[in-house]
Every structure is written in C-alpha cells, then in structure tokens.
C-alpha cells in the first residue's frame, strides 16, 4: 500500500492504508500483521539509504519477504524508550550488539526486525534522546550464521497477538544495518509511531462498526420469553 510505485508497492497514502485495515477489522479479521509491515516499512522508505530501499522494499512489496517486527521496549524502561540499556558496540566490520527486549511481535513470523539500540551511553550523550540508534536487521542470516546469538521466549496473552521476550547475544550485524546517521534512531522511531497510531485507530474503527453489527443481528434474531415467564408465574399462583 505504502511503499512507492517505483520499488514495486502500490504508492498510496495513509487514507488509503487506514480503509484497507478498517474494512479488515469490520469483516471480523485481524490486521496486525499488516499494519506493522506498514509502519515498519515507513521507517526504512523515509531514512534508509537507496541502496537499502532497492534491495529490499520490491521484496517487501511482492510478498518474499516479511517484515513485520519492530524491537524497542525493554523490562526496565518501559515507555522511556531514551532509558533503553540494549547496547550496539561498534566494531572494525559493523555492530555487536548485546540487550533485552519485551514485546517484541512477531520476530518469529519475520525475515526483517528493526531494532532500537543504543550507540552511546546514556550518561555520555547532552541530550536523553541522542545517542540510540536504529538497524536493519536481517534475521534469516542472524538464524543460520548465529543462532546462538538470538534468543526468543513467546509470551502468553489474552489476545491473537504473537509477542516475545527476545534476548541479544553478542550477535554481530554489518556497518550496513545502520539507519540512516549513527544516533539519531529515536527520532526515526517516533516517525514510523506517528504512523502506526492512524493505522491502529483504523483498526478500532472497523472492530466498533464489526460489533455494532453482531449486535443488531443478535437484536434483530433473538427470541424474547419474558412474556412466557410471566404466564408461567401467573399460572402457578392460580
């Protein structure tokens, strides 16, 4: 939906992309999995290198390849995504990479993860929001070369959401990971957070129109037996 005519996608707008995912939910489906290829896709289209977008948004935009997990919170930051402790050492060749994250959906149904890390030390850095950045990462190479570096432990809710707690492990990723400038990764994030929230209200939408309409047709079907308790009662007191 999102992703330009030129890479192969459909090159439409978030109007468009909210219809689609509201008329999902109204038919009693469930869109996560769509939503966050979109959102997910925006951060690469709107700050990754060309070289990044041409490799992978046609792949993204045919189907051969899943991109559906996003990597952020972690246990003792919680929503203060500045507060995030998973570390992204540089190295001669790219990245080490060594932390721990919760909810993070989906990672075992993707082939992509974008991943929110920081590059410099929180007590380092002028600024809370400097210092994190975002990689590209490519999780069906991290599983076949070091899988020992990758470690996902499903977590059980009470909703048809597929999230994990996943730990990092000296897991190493090439300098070409990167997004965009070293360090600047939270403002990325917050670009693509933008998107998700239109898309996610899209969905409640369609979920609201979806149980007003199980409602009237539960309305309209029923059978009402007050009157028959009524007669019931009035025939046992005589």
Known sequence: MLIPTEYGGQGLGIHEASIVLEEIH??????????????????????????QKAHYLPKIAD?????????????????????????????????????????????????????????????DVKKKTDGISLFLIDLRQVRSEQPEALVIEPVETMFNYA????????????????????????????????????????????????FIDQAVSYANEREVIIGRLAQIKVSNSQ
Not at 39 to 45: C, D, F, H, I, R
Not at 64 to 76: A, K, L, Y
Not at 95 to 111: A, C, F, L, P
């Open 63 to 123: 189907g051969t390849v899943r991109f559906q997990s996003f990597s952020i919170t972690e246990p003792d930051a919680g929503s203060n995504t500045t507060a995030i402790q998973t570390f992204a050492q540089k190295t001669e060749n790219g990245y080490v990479i060594n932390g721990h994250k919760n909810w993070t959906s989906r990672i075992e149904q993707s082939d992509l993860l974008m991943l929110l890390a920081r590059t410099t030390p929180l007590a």
């Open 163 to 210: 999230t994990n707690k996943v730990w990092y492990k000296d897991m190493e990723i090439p300098a070409s990971a990167l997004i965009g400038e070293e360090g600047k990764g939270f403002k990325y994030v917050l670009d693509g957070m933008n998107a998700e929230r239109i898309l996610l209200a899209s969905e409640a939408i369609g979920d609201g129109y979806f």
């Open 26 to 51: 109204r038919s009693g489906g469930h869109a996560a999995g769509c939503h966050a290829q979109m959102y997910t896709m925006g951060a690469l289209l709107k700050h990754g290198s060309e070289q």
